[in-house]
């Protein structure tokens, strides 16, 4: 999980960076490559935000399912609902 941090906050960087050397070299500019720099790291900070939300989001959803706080829209445990449903063997 550590390097899905590092994969999605490095590789926008090198791509916009690379992209910036590219059009620099192309267009005779020497700018492109700080902003396309900036660029990819904004973009790798984001992917960042949303991947740590994302995780975040899954632990207490879980954690909250194996506390049996859980509940469904109308109000009752989901175990139980489940529990009534199976047949008896």
């Given at each position: 999980?550590?390097?899905?941090?590092g994969i999605n906050m490095l590789v926008p960087l090198f791509v916009c960076s690379f992209v910036g050397m590219f059009l620099d070299e192309?267009?005779?500019?020497?700018?492109?490559?700080?902003?396309?720099?900036?660029?990819?790291?904004?973009?790798?900070?984001?992917?960042?935000?949303?991947?740590?939300?994302?995780?975040?989001?899954?632990?207490?959803?879980?954690?909250?399912?194996?506390?049996?706080?859980?509940?469904?829209?109308?109000?009752?445990?989901?175990?139980?609902?489940?529990?009534?449903?199976?047949?008896?063997?």
């Amino acid at each position: 999980m550590i390097g899905q941090f590092g994969i999605n906050m490095l590789v926008p960087l090198f791509v916009c960076s690379f992209v910036g050397m590219f059009l620099d070299e192309k267009l005779g500019t020497d700018f492109l490559v700080i902003v396309l720099f900036f660029v990819g790291a904004v973009a790798g900070g984001r992917n960042v935000y949303r991947f740590a939300r994302q995780i975040l989001s899954k632990d207490s959803e879980q954690s909250a399912y194996l506390h049996g706080s859980r509940r469904s829209r109308g109000g009752t445990d989901e175990r139980k609902n489940n529990k009534d449903k199976q047949d008896p063997v």
